[in-house]
């Protein structure tokens, strides 16, 4: 099992960047402002020949009741309750301030092994906060700057006893679990209740909810096992139009969100059913296809709908008219705070993914292609034919064919979508996104091409 290291402190005294440091990638969003990071982000940690995981968190505070910093700071003592050590970071330049001594207290309450560290330590002039730094009890402080990398060594030494190799977790066969996870995103406009959907699916209060629109920030990743399968799932920022977002940190989100499509293999666009569909909620479903990714539609709150019936209709008239290119996106109706429609969903997501991996043998596309051809020949611009020789499937994940013959390049787009309809419903590829390689033939002839 991996040890696994939580990084704590008040706001703003650079948690991320050392967080971003240790994982050796800027994945935790970074800024001057505090409480940018929201929920505790999970990462894989090295440093030197150590290997860890490492909780980012959003930082103790001081605000009781059910505020929103004061669900933030529940998801920071989660986080050290879940690790081996804590690194308590201070600031070096501010010194040791009453918010630290009230943090320090309560970390030391949850009986976990501390490592004090006083991050903004490069230069001169802060040799002060170290001497201060003793009364928090946890010994001597490790100056560090997360920014520029000085003091790792230090750290490196400090974390090696806590740091040692784990024993493995094993199968019923003693064999290490060593296959890759399904990666799997979940997208949607904020407040389609993202959160609250992946909270559901993992059983626990990972992600913080509310009635607030925007908490999620970071795309954050969680991983588990559905009968027999693993999954590594990501909550996403919600994503508005790209005129409405606005401030440095939402773009931060949004961009961290459309990176998150890019690593899944599939996607689910999350949509609030007690509202009417937006342009936008189609618009995403389009991105995730554009990216080549499996694409899965969920509509969520579905207990808040009235006319059921009515309403899936009008999903299913809209994905057919604006998004005829994945024809037949699976729709699936759940409500996450009522536990309705989650084994649906994901049952959906794995079918999708063997839709989305499907290879199909040469033969039986040249059979099909045979017959479509036939039924309607290709077009003959200016006069000339498209003559259409074969296909072959080229790749998969998403299902990728090449077809060769000659003035491919004239194909209207109209016939493409003919071949692409046709593939879809003779080889069930519905929802799948599904690219084309024309490839024509070269005249030995003509010297200019």
């Known amino acids: 099992m991996t040890p696994t290291v939580a990084i704590m402190g008040r706001p703003n005294v650079g948690k991320s960047t050392l967080f971003n440091r ?19 982000r999970e990462g894989e940690a090295r440093l030197g020949d150590l290997r860890f995981r490492v909780f980012d968190t959003a930082g103790l505070d001081d605000i009781r009741g059910d505020s929103l910093e004061a669900r933030m700071s529940a998801q920071a003592e989660t986080a050290v309750d879940q690790s081996d050590v804590v690194l308590f970071v201070i600031d070096a330049r501010a010194g040791v301030t009453p918010t630290d001594r009230e943090f320090a207290g309560r970390v030391r309450r949850r009986g976990k092994p501390v490592i004090l560290v006083a991050n903004k330590a490069e230069g001169r002039g802060h040799e002060a906060a170290l001497m201060e730094a003793f009364e928090l009890g946890f ?13 790792l060594e230090q750290l490196y030494d400090a974390l090696l006893p806590y740091t040692e190799e784990k024993p493995a977790e094993t199968g019923e066969e003693g064999e290490e679990r060593g296959d890759g996870p399904l990666r799997l995103a979940i997208i949607g406009q904020p407040n389609a209740g993202k959160s609250t959907l992946v909270n559901t699916i993992l059983g626990e209060e990972r992600m913080l909810t509310g009635p607030e629109a ?67 909620d189609l618009s995403l479903c389009d991105l995730v296809a554009r990216e080549g990714r499996a694409v899965v539609l969920a509509l969520s709150k579905w207990d808040l709908v009235q006319e059921k019936q009515k309403k899936l209709k009008e999903v299913l008239s809209d994905l057919e008219d604006v998004l005829p290119e994945i024809r037949g996106v699976p729709v699936v109706t759940l409500s996450a705070k009522q536990e309705r429609g989650i084994d649906k969903l ?23 292609l045979e017959g479509a051809i036939e039924r309607n020949p290709p077009p003959a611009p ?33 016939y493409v979508r003919y071949l692409m309809n046709g593939l879809r419903e003779a080889f069930d590829l519905k929802g799948v996104p599904i690219r084309f390689s024309l490839r024509g033939g070269k005249n030995p002839f003509d010297k200019d091409r």
């Not at 990638?25 to 929920?39: E, H, S, W």
């Not at 020789?389 to 003035?407: E, L, V, W």
């Open 214 to 280: 925007g908490i999620t920030r970071d795309a954050i990743s969680s991983e588990f096992d559905w009968r027999g399968q693993k999954i590594k799932l990501w909550d996403t920022a919600g994503i508005r139009r790209k005129s409405r977002v606005v401030g440095k940190i939402e773009k931060l989100a949004v961009s961290d969100a459309l990176r998150a499509i890019r690593f899944a293999e599939c996607v689910v666009v999350l949509v609030d059913a007690s509202l009417p569909i937006e342009r936008q």
């Open 382 to 414: 200016s006069g000339r034919r498209i003559k259409i020789r074969y296909a072959t499937q080229a790749s998969a994940r998403p299902p990728t064919f090449a077809i060769f013959g000659n003035q491919l390049s004239k194909m209207p787009e109209s």
């Open 22 to 40: 240790l994982v050796g990638r800027k994945i935790a969003l970074v800024d001057d402002q505090p409480g940018v990071t929201r929920d505790r």
């Open 139 to 151: 010994g001597a402080a490790l100056p560090i700057s997360a920014e520029h990398g000085e003091g």
């Open 346 to 368: 994901l049952e959906a997501v794995l079918a999708a993914m063997e839709r989305w991996s499907r290879r199909i043998p040469t033969s039986q596309v040249n059979r099909w």
